[in-house]
């Protein structure tokens, strides 16, 4: 069964950090590039992030660059998006996803995981 689990979210002050984690498994990992979507109330799905396994390429949301970092632990099929620096517009649902490579349609989803940054 392919699974894809986020955690890490939750309430913080503005300015603090949280680090997401997205565990992935039942399929290749090495196969599939790791992505960080999110999505707050009312508003379209936000690409934020990818990290490109084949070579380890980040890619950054211009909403995000500089506060927040994607890594990958390839020992655990693990992806981290550590966050730093919050601000309440960052609060949405943060969602990972398995696309074939950055930039292309997802083809796993995990099930998401609230960050809500209080002002």
């Known amino acids: 069964e392919v699974q894809l689990v986020e955690s890490g979210g939750g309430l913080v002050q503005a300015g603090g950090s949280l680090r997401l984690s997205c565990a992935a498994s039942?399929?290749?990992?090495?196969?599939?590039?790791i992505a960080w979507f999110r999505q707050a109330p009312g508003k379209e799905l936000e690409g934020v992030s990818c990290?490109?396994?084949?070579?380890?390429?980040?890619f950054y949301a211009d909403s995000v660059k500089g506060r927040f970092t994607i890594s990958s632990d390839n020992a655990k099929n693990t992806v981290y998006l550590q966050m730093n620096s919050l601000k309440p517009e960052d609060t949405a649902v943060y969602f990972c996803?398995?696309?074939?490579?950055?930039?292309?349609?997802?083809?796993?989803w995990g099930q998401g995981t609230q960050v809500t940054v209080s002002s």
């Open positions: 996803a398995a696309p074939q490579t950055c930039g292309w349609d997802s083809v796993y």
């Open positions: 039942g399929f290749t990992f090495d196969d599939y590039a």
């Open positions: 990290i490109r396994r084949s070579d380890g390429s980040t």
